[in-house]
């Protein structure tokens, strides 16, 4: 069982940036591919971004491509998603999420999610 505690949320201008941690414990950390994940209020949880088990691969959705970046750091189990040029439509609860096992980047979710964090974007 992964356990996933995200943090770094908070209120930044628009054009500001953010970084997200995602602390996991309980499982082999360096086995996962990662995902971040948004719900922003009355919308559904959308993909953000991936990467794989190994760390060689990332996906993007189209709308934060260029302006985001996931990484992976195996020997503190954490992942981040770096934030730039942030705009107010980014604001949302963001979460992690872990996949199964050797997986690989892509835009399905994974059966561990974190408690989410609240990013907000003032304009």
């Known amino acids: 069982q992964v356990q996933l505690v995200e943090s770094g949320g908070g209120l930044v201008q628009a054009g500001g940036s953010l970084r997200l941690s995602c602390a996991a414990s309980?499982?082999?950390?360096?086995?996962?591919?990662m995902g971040w994940f948004r719900q922003a209020p009355g919308k559904e949880r959308e993909f953000v971004a991936a990467?794989?088990?190994?760390?060689?691969?990332?996906a993007y959705a189209d709308s934060v491509k260029g302006r985001f970046t996931i990484s992976k750091d195996n020997a503190k189990s954490t992942v981040n998603l770096q934030m730039n040029s942030l705009k107010p439509e980014d604001t949302a609860v963001y979460y992690c999420?872990?996949?199964?096992?050797?997986?690989?980047?892509?835009?399905?979710?994974?059966?561990?999610w974190g408690q989410g964090t609240q990013v907000t974007v003032s304009s």
């Open positions: 999420n872990a996949k199964q096992p050797f997986g690989a980047a892509t835009t399905a979710s994974g059966p561990y």
């Open positions: 990467i794989s088990w190994s760390g060689a691969s990332t």
């Open positions: 309980g499982g082999t950390f360096s086995y996962y591919a």
